[in-house]
T-cell receptor, first 105, second 112 residues
Framework: GIQVEQSPPDLILQEGANSTLRCNFS?????LQWFHQNPWGQLINLFY???GTKQNGRLSATTVATERYSLLYISSSQTTDSGVYFC???????FGAGTRLTVKP | ETGVTQTPRHLVMGMTNKKSLKCEQH?????MYWYKQSAKKPLELMFV???????ENNSVPSRFSPECPNSSHLFLHLHTLQPEDSALYLC???????????FGPGTRLTVL
C-alpha cells in the first residue's frame, strides 16, 4: 500500500509565527485530506485537496500530485492551532503519523 | 459538529465483558468506517462498509465484530478484549468509499 510520511514530527512555535507542514506519499493519489486533531481527539476536516491550492482563512494547502507531496501552511499561528495535524491518502484510507504542533503564547 | 455522532464517548470494560460502540451519521452518506488510534501510532483502518456491505476488513481480530444495519448506522461489538485494545475508536463517513471523510468525536476505550 501507499506510504505516507509527515514532517516534522514535532513543531513548537511562538504565537504569531508561520509554519509549513509537509506530507509525502509514495505513489500517485486521487484524494488527499488534511485534518486537525484537537486535544479531545476530534478530527476536524481542514482540506480535501487532491491537487492544486486551497485557502481557508489563515490556513492554506497545496498538493503537487506529480511530485507526490502536499503542504499545509499556517500563518499567524494562535494557541488554538495546537494539536496534531494529519494528512491522509483517502484512496487507500492511510494516514501519516502526524505533526504535533504546539503554539506558545 | 461534523454530522457524525458516536456513543459512548468513554468506556471502561473488563476483559470478559461484552459491549458495543455506536456510530450514526446524519449526512446522507453511503460509506462508513471504523478506525483505531492507539497512543503514539497513526490511525489504523479497521473496517469499511459501502452501501451496507463490508468492503474492507484490515486483518482485525474476531473479538471486534462490526455491524451495519443501514447506511446511517454502524456498530462495533466488542467481546473478550485485551488491555492492548485500549485506544480511541473513531468512526467516519463519506459520500462514497474513498471520498472525503468526516469523523465523529470518538470513543475512548479502556480495557482493564
Amino acid at each position: 500500500g501507499i506510504q505516507v510520511e509527515q514532517s516534522p514530527p514535532d513543531l513548537i512555535l511562538q504565537e504569531g509565527a508561520n509554519s509549513t507542514l509537509r506530507c509525502n506519499f509514495s505513489d500517485s493519489v486521487n484524494n488527499l485530506q488534511w485534518f486537525h486533531q484537537n486535544p479531545w481527539g476530534q478530527l476536524i476536516n481542514l482540506f480535501y485537496i487532491p491537487s492544486g491550492t486551497k485557502q481557508n482563512g489563515r490556513l492554506s494547502a497545496t498538493t503537487v500530485a506529480t511530485e507526490r507531496y502536499s503542504l499545509l501552511y499556517i500563518s499567524s499561528s494562535q494557541t488554538t492551532d495546537s494539536g496534531v495535524y494529519f494528512c491522509a491518502v483517502v484512496d487507500d484510507m492511510r494516514f501519516g503519523a502526524g505533526t504535533r504542533l504546539t503554539v506558545k503564547p | 459538529e461534523t454530522g457524525v455522532t458516536q456513543t459512548p464517548r468513554h468506556l471502561v470494560m473488563g476483559m470478559t465483558n461484552k459491549k458495543s460502540l455506536k456510530c450514526e451519521q446524519h449526512l446522507g452518506h453511503n460509506a462508513m468506517y471504523w478506525y483505531k488510534q492507539s497512543a503514539k501510532k497513526p490511525l489504523e483502518l479497521m473496517f469499511v462498509y459501502n452501501f451496507k456491505e463490508q468492503t474492507e476488513n484490515n486483518s482485525v481480530p474476531s473479538r471486534f465484530s462490526p455491524e451495519c444495519p443501514n447506511s446511517s448506522h454502524l456498530f462495533l461489538h466488542l467481546h473478550t478484549l485485551q488491555p492492548e485494545d485500549s485506544a480511541l475508536y473513531l468512526c467516519a463517513s463519506s459520500q462514497y468509499q474513498n471520498n472525503e471523510q468526516f469523523f465523529g468525536p470518538g470513543t475512548r476505550l479502556t480495557v482493564l
